[in-house]
């Protein structure tokens, strides 16, 4: 099937016509649909249609806009198994980590809704008789919103719904891997009646679309979520223009298993973090890091969850899907290989399954390293798959050591019984997302979320923050003596 972009509430084809591919990464053969390889002129028209749209969406009033994008959440619930299928097809996480992720689009979109009906500025004592003093905080105008495939309907929930409820218009670009659950998004808003040119959407790539929605002076906010290279080329094109930018990247997240941990509990909570969603989100734990004590033991009770993953087709009964599509597969295969290469023990999978139907699907084993040195590349760089790499400290103070060694400092969490070493480690660990004996992905949406070192910039997601980022404080002074 051929689809659109959608830009000032009519759906039409790219300006030059040229198409691309989207492939069900559980089956390569499948084509999910045909989608505008779009030109920065589209681009540009997308964000001059959003810029024409502001002044009437910011004037209508907060409590108005709480009312479409409340009916956006309505049909959003309606829709979740249509949407969940779509995922599943697009991504190939399976159809239950896809309804998760729905019903959390759902929760961030409700979260922020409420935020910005209570979205106020505050009034301060001045030191200057019969001077009235207050803030205000005032939308700032067109935002690119950039997404991910590895979630491709809760972030855009995560990120355009502040947008929209604190008075900004929107243009919304998926990533190229999963463009029909960015439109399944953008349709619920276009069932709930949104006015035209307050969220436009654009497919294509980074250096067409994704440039214009970044270069152009149009656009007053950018909101990205990738890698981090990617992101640090956002940050210095924006910067030659003053545009404030937020910036959600990689992660090498470590969990941390103490001698008095409950290893049961933390054999779950690694492997399932490692696991789901085929390793691909970036608050997946990537490192175990265990104290030499209880590594034996700790070993043996990850191992046997892992060995009982059951992978195939997202559509059917099985515990991970496929990783998203060939690149993707051909990326984690190299860094399996160079785990190999750097003298780690490989403990478990390390191959590409191509049986029971899985031949022409992008499938791979839930894989394993123990033996990881801390230099080595599998221990440093982020692989963003079904890998998990297992280091070994001696104490407390090595293990900590070891989880602060990397570029990254998205998220981290520690096993432990010793609420002394709990305060130490939630202190000293250099991330933006922390735990203590929960796994490492864990999150709400009434808490901010962003990373630090290499794993983000600007003002956090989600929370309280995720309003203020995209709105600006304007602050008065009234002489009424």
Known sequence: MDYQNYIDGRWVAASDGKTFEQRNPANLEEVTGHWPKSTREDAKQAIESSHAAFADWAAIGVCQRAEYLSKAVAVM???????????????????????????????????????????????????????????????????????????????????????????????????????????????????????????????????????????????????????????????????????RTQLELGGKNPAVIMEDADLDKAADAVATAAYACAGQWCTSTSRAIVVREVAEAFNAKLLQRVQAIRVGDGRGDVDMGP???????????????????????????????????MDQGCFIEPTVFTDVQPEMRIAQEEIFGPVLSVLVADDFDEALELANRVEFGLSSSIFTKDISRAFQFLEKTEVGLTHVNMMTAYREPQLSFGGVKSSGHGIPESGKTGIEFFTEHKVAFINYA
């Open 77 to 243: 619930k309606g829709r979740a198994e249509e949407i969940a299928a779509i995922l599943t097809a697009e991504n190939g996480k399976t159809l239950n980590e896809s309804r998760t992720e729905v019903g959390s689009a759902v929760r961030e979109m409700e979260f922020q809704i409420a935020q910005g009906v209570a979205m106020c500025g505050e009034t301060v004592p001045s030191s200057t008789p019969g001077v009235f003093a207050y803030s205000v905080r005032r939308p700032v105008g067109v935002a690119s919103i950039i997404s991910p495939w590895n979630f491709p309907f809760n972030v855009p929930g995560r990120k355009c719904t502040p947008a929209l409820i604190s008075g900004n218009t929107v243009v919304f670009k998926p990533a190229s891997l999963t463009p029909k659950a960015g439109k399944a998004f953008v349709d619920v808003f276009i069932e709930a009646g949104l006015p035209p040119g307050v969220l436009n959407f654009v497919s294509g790539g980074g250096g067409t679309v994704g440039e214009e929605m970044i270069t152009n002076p149009l656009v007053e906010a950018i909101s990205f979520t990738g890698s981090t290279g990617v992101g640090k080329g956002i940050q210095q094109s924006a910067a030659q223009k003053l545009v």
């Open 323 to 357: 990783v998203c599509g060939s690149h993707q597969l051909q990326s984690i295969m190299g860094y399996i290989n160079i785990g190999r290469e750097e003298g780690a023990t490989l403990a478990a999978g390390g191959n590409r399954l191509t049986t029971d139907g």
